[in-house]
């Protein structure tokens, strides 16, 4: 479970970053979906991390949301080329989508 608290923290960190640095880079990167998720994606990290820190019995569908959106973020990130920032936020992304997919089914068993 902390892994899973680390690695939205971090992801809800890193979409935020992310979206200032895509806004001042402009371009497709800036466009109002790929923000729009970036800021999505930061969001359900934030909740996902503070219901699993408060024991919160509503965590494993918490989990499996934030899962499924980071799992988006990280597609549209990688989408956009070959930069280091953008493939930042996917495995940051992608790491957070696994630990919280896992944390979802744990507590489905």
């Known amino acids: 479970m902390n892994d899973c608290i680390g690695n939205c923290t971090s992801c809800h960190a890193v979409c935020l970053e992310t979206i200032n640095y895509c806004l001042t880079k402009g371009g497709e990167q800036a466009t109002p979906d790929h923000v729009a998720l970036l800021a999505a994606c930061a969001d359900i990290c934030g909740t996902s ?21 980071c799992r988006q973020c990280a597609t549209s990130c990688e989408k956009m080329g070959d ?27």
């Open 83 to 109: 930069d280091a920032e953008m493939k930042r936020c996917a495995e940051a992304c992608r790491r957070c989508a696994e630990s919280c997919t896992a944390m979802a089914s744990m507590a489905a068993h």
């Open 49 to 69: 991390a503070a219901t699993l820190l408060r024991g919160a019995t509503v965590s494993p569908v918490i989990c499996g949301a934030c899962a499924e959106v």
